[in-house]
């Protein structure tokens, strides 16, 4: 295959899924018969609408072709959203087509952490976040063009005191982390051979470190640590990170968005650790507060 031919083969999974949830809107419409620029809006509105539902379902494609997808739906929607800005000339558009956008930005959004996966503490009992290697050197590209550098991830530092039920990081479309001894260079390169050999070894990795597991994950999440006024911790809210802003401190830092490195870790372990002990007070754990939807 040449790769022209590649070029226009990859996107056939995500057309074809847009095309199916565009029949099923289109049969569940009935056209208006009398007025006309309702009837020149129904093609506009099935092309969110399908792009919308397909997006709920981008984790079914490749993840190799889930960046184009989600750019294709985005060229799709935005377009389809401006004809019915012309269509309507600056008129206050119908309460659907407003609800049909705002779902299909949420559906753009989500469609960011399709496939995502978390190590969550399984525990009933807090536990100290371990050092981690999250392959963040961009590596020689390997036999299909992947490179270490990619994806969507974020982390609590290490040292952080993680509570039940709690992920300790999250990542999408990129190697899952692996466990690394104390005395680990982290910042050392990995090949990608080395890579995937740590990504297939890290679920058995967690079961011998207790209280940890590997999970699929709906959702990305974030931890928000309740502060006193002495700086004490209080407790944990456990929220969708689409979701407003809490008061408090956020525990999951984000490191990289969509292969962009966005963040880091601020403090040493060991200082951390100290922090983190020192803000607990007298308390072993906190009390975890579950918003609706995790």
Same mark, same amino acid.
């Given at each position: %295959?040449? /790769?022209?031919?590649?070029? $226009?083969?990859?996107? %056939?999974?995500?057309?074809?899924? @847009? #095309?199916?949830?565009?029949?099923?809107?289109?049969?569940?419409?009935?056209?208006?018969?009398?007025?006309?620029?309702?009837?020149?809006?129904?093609?506009?509105? &099935?092309?969110?609408?399908?792009?919308?539902?397909?997006?709920?379902?981008?984790?079914? &494609?490749?993840?190799?072709?889930?960046?184009?997808?989600? $750019? *294709?739906? !985005? &060229?799709?929607?935005?377009?389809?959203?401006?004809?019915?800005?012309?269509?309507?000339?600056?008129?206050?558009? =119908?309460?659907?087509?407003?609800?049909?956008?705002?779902?299909? !930005?949420?559906?753009?959004?989500?469609?960011?952490?399709?496939?995502?996966?978390?190590?969550?503490?399984?525990?009933?009992?807090?536990?100290? @976040?371990?050092? *981690?290697?999250?392959?963040?050197?961009?590596?020689? #590209?390997?036999?299909?063009?992947?490179?270490?550098?990619?994806?969507?991830?974020?982390? %609590?530092?290490?040292?952080?005191?993680?509570?039940?039920?709690?992920?300790?990081?999250?990542?999408?479309?990129?190697?899952?982390?692996?466990?690394?001894? /104390?005395?680990?260079? @982290?910042?050392?390169?990995?090949?990608?051979?080395?890579?995937?050999?740590?990504?297939?070894?890290?679920?058995?990795?967690?079961?011998?470190?207790?209280?940890?597991?590997?999970?699929?994950?709906?959702?990305?999440?974030?931890?928000?640590?309740?502060?006193?006024?002495?700086?004490?911790?209080?407790? /944990?809210?456990? @929220?969708?990170?689409?979701?407003?802003?809490?008061?408090?401190? =956020? %525990?999951?830092?984000? &490191?990289?968005?969509?292969?962009?490195?966005?963040?880091?870790?601020?403090?040493?372990?060991?200082?951390?650790?100290?922090?983190?002990?020192?803000?607990?007070?007298?308390?072993?754990?906190?009390?975890?507060?579950?918003?609706?939807?995790?």
């Amino acid at each position: %295959m040449t /790769d022209s031919q590649k070029v $226009t083969l990859e996107p %056939m999974a995500w057309i074809a899924l @847009v #095309a199916r949830w565009a029949e099923l809107a289109r049969a569940s419409r009935a056209l208006p018969t009398s007025d006309e620029r309702l009837r020149a809006s129904i093609a506009p509105i &099935i092309t969110i609408e399908a792009n919308t539902a397909a997006l709920a379902e981008i984790a079914s &494609i490749p993840e190799e072709h889930r960046a184009h997808a989600r $750019t *294709l739906a !985005e &060229i799709s929607i935005r377009g389809a959203a401006h004809e019915l800005d012309l269509l309507w000339r600056g008129e206050e558009w =119908p309460e659907e087509f407003f609800q049909a956008c705002d779902a299909a !930005e949420c559906a753009l959004r989500n469609a960011l952490y399709a496939g995502l996966e978390a190590i969550v503490v399984t525990s009933d009992q807090p536990i100290e @976040v371990p050092l *981690l290697e999250f392959h963040l050197t961009e590596t020689e #590209a390997d036999a299909s063009g992947a490179r270490s550098m990619r994806g969507t991830l974020a982390a %609590m530092p290490p040292g952080s005191l993680a509570m039940p039920g709690e992920p300790i990081c999250w990542w999408t479309g990129r190697p899952a982390p692996s466990l690394q001894p /104390d005395s680990c260079d @982290v910042s050392q390169p990995h090949s990608s051979t080395e890579i995937a050999r740590q990504e297939r070894t890290l679920r058995s990795d967690l079961t011998l470190r207790s209280g940890l597991a590997l999970q699929s994950a709906a959702l990305p999440l974030q931890v928000y640590r309740g502060l006193d006024e002495r700086g004490r911790f209080t407790h /944990d809210t456990l @929220v969708p990170i689409t979701e407003e802003l809490l008061p408090g401190l =956020p %525990m999951l830092v984000p &490191i990289l968005i969509d292969g962009v490195r966005v963040g880091r870790f601020l403090h040493e372990r060991d200082r951390w650790r100290e922090m983190q002990r020192a803000a607990m007070g007298s308390r072993t754990a906190l009390d975890v507060i579950r918003s609706i939807g995790t």
